[in-house]
């Protein structure tokens, strides 16, 4: 139990952010990192489908970036409410996406009809749920100079709902496997976090884009290995302060079919060594939070009182979450009832075993094949 606690810091030690931008009240007209040379055209692209809710506040936040964007492009992938009016009211072009081809999903679709409205020399993709902070821009364009080649930022979990922080362990092995804020991350590799990618034009377009993903499930990891296997650079941060999102505001049945939808195709992408290392400290969770609470259970029914191994598992286990949580999201006392979220991410994980089986799952209205190579 000792070892796999170890191991916990090992896998999510720290999750590096970006680095401080231009200054507020400053332009992109001059970039000291490209010598002076004139700055290059920003484009952000949006995918959105039945976004009413949420693309308001994305909308207005890139209103006020202190560095702003060229233009904003949304993709209205075949919404059914108010979303394409809502973004034509906010000032921005508005793209309807085409009828979906066969072999595409929806939001790769939406985000390749999006890039091709788009005239920057720089693609920004922002999923319609995140909420980027005034200097976010402008400190995404310092870090994507410094490091070129395709950068993503995984935004900070904004929940308002109880239920919204039963996402914890996803959150959690979502970093974990990235191998983003492991101490040793020179050994493993980085993943792609699709809610926010910025990218050179040339460079997207010379690895074929989404156009090259059509068929995945999960995106962001295919564009992450298109780049690096043409030998661009590929990196990740994370967003505390600078990038949030709320993910599935509608609801517990938007949290199970969204992580359900990723669970297998997440997994896959992992190197099996490193998914070793990952499983051994889940069992250590699993265990700790098995035995702490029936120790309990059982000394308030009567019986023995839980023995301080049993207490320390669990207070180890908990005291370790609390600190891996607290940079990921406002989870707040999730860590101290821990067993809660364990258990519902156990529950997707059966419900993916049988989407695997049977071949797709339901997103947004839409059928989504569990993996890549499907219909959607």
Do not use: C
């Not at 490209?34 to 055209?41: M, T, Y």
């Not at 075949?78 to 009211?89: E, M, W």
């Not at 959690?172 to 590799?189: C, D, F, N």
């Not at 989870?331 to 529950?347: E, G, H, Q, S």
Request: glycine share 12%; charged share 20%.
């Amino acid at each position: 139990m000792l070892a796999r606690w170890l191991l916990g810091w090992l896998l999510l030690w720290r999750v590096p952010g970006l680095s401080p931008g231009p200054s507020p009240g400053s332009t992109t007209a001059e970039s000291p990192e490209r010598g002076g040379r004139s700055a290059q055209r920003v484009s952000v692209v949006v995918p959105a489908r039945n976004e009413e809710l949420l693309l308001p506040g994305l909308l207005a936040a890139l209103a006020h970036q202190d560095v702003p964007a060229d233009e904003v492009v949304v993709v209205d992938d075949h919404s059914t409410d108010g979303t394409a009016r809502l973004a034509r009211s906010a000032g921005v072009t508005v793209v309807d996406a085409p009828d979906l081809p066969n072999g595409w999903t929806g939001k790769n679709w939406a985000a390749w009809r999006g890039a091709l409205a788009t005239d920057g020399d720089v693609l920004v993709f922002l999923d319609a749920d995140t909420l980027p902070a005034s200097d976010f821009l402008g400190r995404l364009g310092s870090e994507h100079r410094r490091r070129d080649g395709l950068l993503s930022v995984q935004p900070y979990h904004r929940m308002q709902r109880r239920d919204e922080r039963l996402a914890a362990f996803f959150n959690v092995l979502a970093v974990m496997g990235s191998g983003l804020a492991t101490p040793w991350h020179h050994i493993t590799r980085h993943d792609v976090f699709g809610p926010a990618m910025v990218t050179g034009r040339s460079e997207y377009f010379a690895v074929g884009g989404h156009e090259a993903v059509r068929a995945e499930v999960v995106e962001d990891r295919a564009l992450g290995r298109l780049y690096a296997a043409a030998g661009h650079p590929v990196s990740a941060l994370g967003g505390r302060e600078a990038l949030s999102f709320r993910m599935y505001p509608k609801g517990a049945r938007a949290l199970v079919e969204g992580f359900t939808r990723n669970f297998f195709a997440g997994a896959s992408g992992t190197p099996l060594w490193w998914l070793l290392v990952i499983v051994a400290w889940v069992s250590g969770v699993m265990v700790a939070g098995w035995v702490g609470p029936i120790g309990v259970l059982d000394w308030v029914v009567g019986g023995a009182s839980p023995t301080w191994l049993e207490l320390a598992y669990y207070l180890a286990f908990a005291g370790q979450l609390g600190v891996m949580l607290r940079p990921l999201g406002n989870f707040r006392w999730t860590w101290m009832v821990f067993p809660v979220p364990l258990a519902f991410f156990l529950l997707v994980f059966v419900l993916s075993v049988v989407a695997a089986v049977r071949g797709s799952v339901t997103w947004k209205g839409r059928r989504v094949p569990s993996r890549a190579g499907g219909s959607s």
